[in-house]
């Protein structure tokens, strides 16, 4: 008889339900013990489905006193006293789209169910006041300290952080309704807030001035999302059983889980963190797929793109000190907070001396998803046949046949109606970087070489292209180029054969006008 099927907690963020009903859990009490005995205000700030919400919670059993849903588990070891505090849990993710109207009801429809509990004063009228209220009774009832959880505390403010207006009048409310916070600190026991995006002191918790953020300390940077050792030790089965579904070996699954799904630090030194969301898809589906990137189509970052006119290759590595990306977004002068606070890029490596990060795309999902994204800036309305395009490009530059691969480019192009931008040889430049992400090899343009740059160079698992692009000119005049700068000199220690190859783009035609191509 098979073993009975694994039950994977996909959209479950109740640490209770997870419990009871014999879900996967990966054991993170020790972190919850750790954070609740060293400061009284936590912030933590992770991107979108990457276990925040399970982990308050967590907070919030482990501060009502439910020592019977820690069994087998690290607290249950740490924990001695288990006292039931009182507990007032807002999840603000319930408030994202709202006007201000909407967000002061949804603000009062919370408070009302913990004043079923505690009962209200008829002369507090305003949320803060009924807030305060609430902590104070709750405190006097029980003669507990109150426990305060914020789950999202920046949800309302995610769609409006560029729209000044807006954005005043909703962080004003938000500002209002946490403002009590300081003034009940004697009735509290512990105050815990997540969100994707760090929000400055000034502009929410402007009263708050204590609050400890550990989003960047390497004691908790593992709080989230799931390491490699905790794929090994306690994923082992899933890992086997996933394996025999895909019909490769349990260590040719760890290889793909880390390909599409790891990569994330959120410190440095950080051990690997993977994606948990799409770590358990998979899991659960059986196979490798784009389960994060696809869970919620990121419509506004690429509108912020735009914006800041980030171009698809201006997203790779960068360097950066943590004032720069670990910073307000709504003050923001560039999008590089962002992608990093959204998840799109995370810490590489980081430079003591220098005192720099260096930033990337975390891995293959992100990445193909990112240029999946962007790719209809390129192609317009003809997204879906491009993928098809790009499916049959990869087969063509596999076999080492650049020549038809151009030819397909080419005929694509023609296909696609005329835009402004095909009078700029960058948007071609740009279309070639986004094209070449989608195969998932490697590509860089304006490569630096003793002798001026290369437009773009791709790397293949068996060839290296030195590519150099013009616009209205000729294939000729690229290779002359090519040549007269011995750029292929400059890659023979990469160990592989390079090959030259000119493009000339007909601005007129908004397609490839004629190539050459020569091996090196």
């Known amino acids: ?57 967590t907070l919030h059993s482990y501060f009502s006193g439910r020592k ?63 807030l305060h ?12 300290q109150v426990v305060v959880l914020i789950d999202e505390y920046d949800a309302p403010l995610l769609d409006v952080v560029h729209e000044k207006e807006n954005l005043g009048v909703l962080r004003n409310i938000m500002r209002n309704f946490y403002s009590p916070l300081k003034a009940c600190d004697p009735y509290l026991k512990y105050v815990f807030l997540t969100g994707i995006t760090k929000f400055s002191q000034l502009s929410i918790f402007s009263e708050l001035n204590n609050i400890e953020n550990i989003s960047m300390d390497e004691s908790y940077a593992a709080i989230c999302g799931i390491s490699e050792g905790e794929i090994r030790s306690q994923m082992k089965e899933d890992v086997e059983r996933l394996a025999v579904k895909l019909e490769i ?24 963190i993977y994606n948990p969301f799409s770590l358990l898809m998979s899991m659960a589906k059986g196979k490798i797929d784009s389960y994060w990137f696809g869970s919620g189509t990121p419509t506004y970052l690429i509108k912020m793109l735009g914006k800041f006119g980030v171009n698809p290759s201006d997203i790779g590595p960068k360097q950066a000190k943590a004032s720069i990306f670990d910073a307000p977004t709504e003050t ?47 192609v317009g309305n003809e997204t879906p046949e491009a993928t098809t395009m790009v499916a049959y490009l990869f087969y063509d530059i596999q076999n080492g046949d650049m020549d038809s691969a151009l030819r397909r480019l080419q005929t694509f ?9 095909t009078k700029y040889e960058g948007h071609y430049q740009q279309l070639f970087y986004v094209i070449f992400s989608l195969l998932n090899y490697y590509v860089d343009i304006e490569v630096r070489t003793p002798r001026g740059r290369v437009d773009v160079v791709l790397r293949t698992k068996t060839t290296l292209y030195v590519m150099e692009l013009k616009l209205d000119k000729t294939a000729g005049e690229a290779m002359e180029q090519i040549n007269l700068k011995n750029y292929p000199e400059r890659f023979a220690l990469c160990g592989l054969p390079v090959v030259k190859v000119a493009i000339n783009f007909d601005s007129e035609r908004g397609t490839i006008g004629d190539w050459e191509i020569e091996k090196g």
């Not at 963020?13 to 936590?42: C, G, P």
């Not at 209220?133 to 507990?144: F, V």
């Not at 003591?352 to 240029?371: A, F, Q, W």
């Open 332 to 378: 923001m002068t560039n999008i590089t907070p962002l992608l990093y606070q959204s998840g799109y890029i995370t810490i590489k490596d980081y430079n003591k001396i220098l005192d720099l990060y260096t930033l990337d795309i975390p891995n293959k999902e992100v990445r193909l998803g990112l240029m999946e994204s962007l790719l209809p800036n390129y």
């Open 413 to 421: 192009l023609s296909t696609i109606p005329y835009c402004d931008n």
């Open 133 to 144: 209220g609430l902590i104070e009774r709750a405190y006097k009832q029980t003669g507990r």
């Open 1 to 57: 008889m098979e073993a009975l099927q694994r039950l994977y907690p996909i959209g479950i963020q109740t640490f209770s339900e997870i419990r009871e009903k014999n879900y996967l859990y990966i054991d993170k009490t020790e972190y919850v013990y750790h954070m609740t005995h060293f400061a009284k205000y936590v912030f933590l700030s992770r991107p979108r489905r990457f276990g925040k919400s399970l982990l308050t919670s």
């Open 68 to 130: 019977d849903l820690f069994q087998g588990l690290a607290m249950e070891r740490l924990e001695k006293e288990w006292i039931e505090y009182p507990v007032l849990h807002f999840d603000m993710s319930t408030a994202k789209h709202v006007g201000k109207d909407e967000l002061i009801s949804e603000l009062e429809r919370k408070l009302t169910t913990y004043e079923r509990i505690y009962g209200r004063n008829e002369e507090d009228i305003y949320v803060n006041q009924r």
């Open 249 to 272: 070996t349990p260590e040719e699954v760890l290889l793909k889980l880390k390909e599409n799904y790891d990569g994330y630090h959120f410190t440095y030194p950080s051990p690997d």
